[in-house]
């Protein structure tokens, strides 16, 4: 599968940014779908997980309650709806796809198959 993820841009703290990826190929809905982000000087982290259904979801703590990820298998697309954004959000945000065949959400970086070329969300102050 190949991810082009889209929606980064410049936004105020408070204020709201939807990030989505546009995926390719026919079997979509046979992956489980990740957004990390990395930010200057740090390691790339996890942020959201989504299950190949849709059903289950697992956050990062620090985009619990903020943050909601979501997917259309149909369009083949995922969303990360990023709410009340705070200047430590600033990061390129990535969309994975894990081909893990378990219901376990994962969060390790090297646990995702497949990578979309990231999408950078500043937060300004």
């Known amino acids: 599968v190949q991810l082009q993820a889209c929606g980064g841009g410049l936004v105020q703290a408070g204020g709201s940014l939807r990030l989505s990826c546009a995926a390719s190929?026919?079997?979509?809905?046979?992956?489980?779908l990740g957004w990390f982000r990395q930010a200057p000087g740090k390691e790339r982290e996890f942020v959201a997980a989504?299950?190949?259904?849709?059903?289950?979801?697992y956050y990062a703590d620090s985009v619990k309650g903020r943050f909601t990820i979501s997917r259309d298998n149909g369009k083949k697309m995922v969303h990360l709806q990023m709410n009340r954004v705070k200047p430590e959000d600033t990061a390129v945000y990535y969309c994975?796809?894990?081909?893990?065949?378990?219901?376990?959400?994962?969060?390790?970086?090297?646990?995702?198959?497949?990578w979309g070329q990231g999408t950078l969300v500043t937060v300004s102050s």
């Open positions: 994975a796809a894990d081909a893990f065949v378990g219901t376990r959400l994962r969060v390790g970086r090297s646990e995702y198959d497949y």
């Open positions: 190929g026919r079997t979509f809905s046979s992956y489980a």
């Open positions: 989504i299950s190949r259904s849709g059903v289950n979801t």
